[in-house]
Nanobody, 120 residues
Framework: QVQLVESGGGLVQAGGSLRLSCAAS????????MGWYRQAPGKQRDLVATITGGGTTRYSDSVKGRFTISRDNAKNTVYLEMNSLKPEDTAVYYCKAFALGRTVPWTDYWGQGTQVTVSS
């Protein structure tokens, strides 16, 4: 079984910064694509940024130039550095990882979510 544990959310003023972390743990053999998604109240869950095992990144247009995704493959951890935050960035942020477990085939896993609130 694979678990994803997120941390780093909180309350910040507009223009501020936050850094999210997500660590994958458990019976892991390999992790490839990792990413961050977010869901605001009453809205669908949307992609924020993804990163492959080789480090190729992709961002939604709404966060390009402000957010940076990175990963530490040795720690099976993905990060999201968020700068110049806006009130519209307020959402629950979810981590996702595509992982191979010792007894489970390649599967998408989700974290429990971490709240990010940006005040104006």
């Amino acid at each position: 079984q694979v678990q994803l544990v997120e941390s780093g959310g909180g309350l910040v003023q507009a223009g501020g910064s936050l850094r999210l972390s997500c660590a994958a743990s458990g019976s892991i053999l390999s992790v490839t694509n990792m990413g961050w998604y977010r869901q605001a109240p009453g809205k669908q869950r949307d992609l924020v940024a993804t990163i492959t095992g080789g480090g190729t990144t992709r961002y939604s247009d709404s966060v390009k130039g402000r957010f940076t995704i990175s990963r530490d493959n040795a720690k099976n951890t993905v990060y999201l550095e968020m700068n110049s935050l806006k009130p519209e960035d307020t959402a629950v942020y979810y981590c996702k990882a595509f992982a191979l477990g010792r007894t489970v085939p390649w599967t998408d896993y989700w974290g429990q979510g971490t709240q990010v609130t940006v005040s104006s």
